[in-house]
């Protein structure tokens, strides 16, 4: 299941999301929203979820989160964008990075 996560994500909602993949969850991040999508198998469908939602493709990154360690991942296919210089799934603008880490841990992370 894949869910569009405006506000803290509830308990319920973070299960959901780990049910495809077990220990982790694929997101994909609108820094400039600071919104995120989160679950299913691939980064690719939680973007097209920010896309149906108004979010540009500009401001969307590919992100993995593990909740039992709160730790991020910033890996993955649909930020390799040569136009953005970023020639490689990982994220390495460190700004960018940190813009995406930021919100993962406010929407996701323990309080």
Known sequence: MI??????A?????EEMLETLGSY???AVDIKKEVLAGGGEYHADCE???LENTSKQVDIWGADWYPLTQEIGYESLINIRPRQNNRSMEIQDPVIRGKVGQIIKKL???S
């Open 48 to 50: 097209a979820v920010l």
């Open 25 to 27: 969850i694929k997101l």
């Open 3 to 8: 869910y569009l996560i405006q506000d803290r």
């Open 108 to 110: 996701l992370g323990e």
């Open 10 to 14: 509830t308990k319920e909602q973070i």
